[in-house]
């Protein structure tokens, strides 16, 4: 099942589940009690902590992080888990994940934070970076929270609309509707190979 935040971002192909933390949990839990879902794919858009990766890259990953910048500045702590990271699942791999990005820019493998707040401090984003953490994407770890709950198999595929500095919502509206345009694009290529795969004959002619 592919899900996504909704609001202002509807994708093809996605359910929506609502945006942030709390309504991404609410909406995903329900979604799983009411119907059987045998792996999860979020996709939505994120925002880069490191300029190293291009604007509009897809990006691919099974980790999150729910990390605030106050813990990353070392003026809070909490006593939570705050890292998850699942199986993508047997039905889906890494190699059939970087075919089906066609010519998209590209596919990255990385660590997303997810927090109900924006990054606009550029050395903050630096700071992330350098702890490992890719991107921030604002529902994903609860995606996963959830989907760990019910033992589903669970990743998402991003796409980069801006990076993590003063200039992320002017960046973000610049780039949002062709992200989504990507997104939309990479599901569908993954969607026909799964078909293809399973009308296969056997013996792999």
């Known amino acids: 099942m592919v899900v996504c935040a909704g609001?202002?971002?509807?994708?093809?192909?996605?359910?929506?589940?609502?945006?942030?933390?709390?309504?991404?949990s609410i909406g995903l839990t329900r979604l799983c009690m009411k119907e059987y879902v045998e792996n999860l794919v979020f996709i939505g858009s994120a925002g880069a902590y490191s300029y190293d990766l291009p604007l509009l890259t897809?990006?691919?990953s099974s980790r999150a992080t729910?990390?605030?910048?106050?813990?990353?500045?070392?003026?809070?702590?909490?006593?939570?888990?705050?890292?998850?990271?699942?199986?993508?699942?047997k039905s889906v791999s890494r190699e059939t994940l970087r075919?089906?990005?066609?010519?998209?820019?590209?596919?990255?493998?990385?660590?997303?934070?997810?927090s109900n707040y924006i990054t606009l401090d550029s050395v903050v984003a630096t700071q992330m970076s350098q702890a490992g953490i890719a991107i921030e994407n604002m529902e994903f770890f609860s995606?996963?929270?959830?989907?760990?709950?019910f033992s589903i198999p669970a990743f998402g595929v991003f796409c980069i609309t801006n990076y993590c500095d003063k200039n992320a919502r002017t960046?973000?509206?610049?780039?949002?509707?062709?992200?989504?345009?990507?997104?939309?694009?990479?599901?569908?290529?993954?969607t026909s190979k799964d078909k293809r795969e399973e009308n296969k004959p056997i013996g792999g002619v």
């Open 99 to 114: 075919k089906s990005s066609g010519n998209i820019i590209g596919s990255h493998d990385v660590v997303v934070n997810s």
């Open 66 to 89: 729910q990390i605030e910048s106050s813990l990353i500045t070392g003026a809070s702590y909490t006593p939570l888990d705050n890292v998850i990271e699942l199986e993508m699942g």
């Open 58 to 60: 897809v990006c691919v």
């Open 171 to 190: 960046d973000f509206m610049r780039n949002h509707t062709k992200a989504k345009e990507i997104l939309a694009e990479f599901i569908a290529g993954l």
């Open 143 to 149: 995606v996963l929270a959830v989907a760990r709950e």
């Open 7 to 24: 609001n202002n971002e509807i994708i093809s192909y996605a359910t929506p589940i609502g945006v942030g933390l709390v309504e991404s």
